[in-house]
């Protein structure tokens, strides 16, 4: 298995980990693999040190003093889309699902073997490198949907078919940018209205509605089952039919 990043590629990983041991282990395999590591030993340093080094990953355990993990995802979250990795003793299915509702990139369970660790960081830096570059983008494609982040337009591409713009609300437009900038993740109703009804809109269902809107818009533009809702979670961009 090759674990190599090209030289142009140090990644930058945050191992925000209390337990010295595990996270010198840590840091000793992914600095081993060519990435770039710092470390925070608690929930409110990792926050600090994601804010000041912009991180393209942070290696997240769930237990740790002054804020647990699943408060730094959550703050992680309404700031952006850095990939996060959890790390959890607790090998429960509720708490996998946590971690993915408040949308973590993946989880890994303590013991692990930290050459798995490894693996899971650089899946999840391939996979995630396109959306990184698309967030600093002015111009958002995948799905037959194009987003003008400069020009605040937005409009439904298909082959054979006519380039139509949509007429959207600020916040539908913030809603649909946000998801495409991640496409097939999935976005819980709290981050959506972190990230794009910023000014007091407080109600959750308010994201339904919006979305809603949204949906009846890009499908009668010609693209149906793209907006897909993920019970008990949140939404998604799928595959349009």
């Not at 041991?21 to 693999?33: D, G, K, V």
Request: with cysteine; glycine share 6%.
């Amino acid at each position: 298995m090759n674990t190599e990043l090209p030289a142009t590629d140090q990644a930058l990983v945050l191992v925000a980990e209390d337990e010295s041991e595990i996270a010198q282990i840590l840091m000793a395999y992914l600095s081993r693999a060519g990435l770039r590591v710092a470390h925070a030993p608690d929930g409110r340093r990792a926050l600090e040190m994601q804010q000041m080094l912009k991180p393209d990953l942070v290696l997240l355990d769930v237990q740790m003093p002054q804020l647990d993990g699943w408060s730094v995802l959550s703050q992680i979250r309404q700031r952006g889309n850095t990939a996060v990795i959890m790390l959890t003793a607790m090998d429960q299915d509720i708490d996998k699902l946590t971690g993915l509702r408040i949308g973590a990139d993946d989880y890994v369970v303590k013991p692990f073997n930290p050459a798995e660790v490894v693996a899971r960081v650089l899946a999840v830096l391939r996979r995630t490198a396109g959306q990184h570059s698309a967030q600093t983008s002015k111009q958002l494609r995948a799905e037959g949907l194009e987003v003008d982040l400069e020009h605040y337009e937005a409009a439904v591409s298909t082959d054979g078919q006519p380039r139509q713009l949509l007429s959207l609300t600020l916040t539908e437009f913030r809603l649909l940018a946000h998801m495409l900038r991640a496409p097939k993740r999935v976005f819980s109703r709290a981050e959506l209205l972190a990230a794009c009804l910023p000014e007091g809109e407080t109600l959750e269902r308010t994201v339904d509605s919006h979305l809603s809107k949204l949906r009846k818009k890009v499908e009668a533009a010609g693209l149906t089952g793209l907006l897909e809702s993920v019970r008990g979670v949140g939404y998604r961009l799928g595959s349009a039919a």
